[in-house]
């Protein structure tokens, strides 16, 4: 038999084996790229060996305590209470009265220092920012006693800048 002449690719049906072959190719490459992943991962546990060595914790006591867990913080679904509790030592529940005695004005004119009669719960800082808040002065100090009556009374000695005279003026201790 004579030879058949050759056809030009793409012009008959011959091009559908030809896009089945690349597509497979393709395919095959991919499964080449996972199986040489494979091999390398299993190369390198081979040559790290099936026991690798772990470091020994350090126990630096010989008593064993459980490890501390998670302590997570309250997220309450609904306000135990339905008003928060009102503060009852306010400025004006602190200073009761200034003491307007013969020993309180000597105070007031030699040291600088005004003389209050305070609530008995109440501390020195409580005393400092209530007598700030209600007279717009500056303090430097505060010293207390409780009386022989159960009543505390509060000595306050006024910033150099302020004068314990004028401010009982103001007051209306004078």
């Known amino acids: 038999m004579a030879p058949q002449p050759k056809q030009a690719k793409g012009k008959t049906g011959g091009d ?61 679904r609904y306000p135990r209470k339905a008003v928060p509790k009102r503060n009852k030592l306010d400025a004006f529940a602190v200073i009761k009265h200034p003491l307007t005695t013969e020993s309180a004005m000597k105070k007031i004119e030699d040291t600088n220092t005004l003389v209050f009669i305070v609530d008995v719960r109440s501390n020195k800082h409580q005393i400092k920012s209530a007598v700030k808040k209600l007279y717009n002065i500056e303090i430097a100090k505060v010293n207390t006693l409780i009386t022989p009556l159960h009543t505390k009374k509060a000595y306050v000695r006024l910033a150099s800048d302020c004068d314990a005279l004028d401010v009982a003026n103001r007051i209306g201790i004078i």
């Open 16 to 76: 559908t084996k030809a896009v089945a072959t690349a597509s497979k190719g393709a395919a095959d490459s991919k499964k080449h790229r996972k199986a040489v992943t494979k091999a390398l991962d299993a190369k390198k546990k081979l040559a790290k060996g099936k026991f690798t060595l772990h470091k020994k914790k350090i126990r630096t006591s010989v008593h064993f305590y459980r490890p501390s867990t998670l302590k997570q913080a309250r997220a309450p």
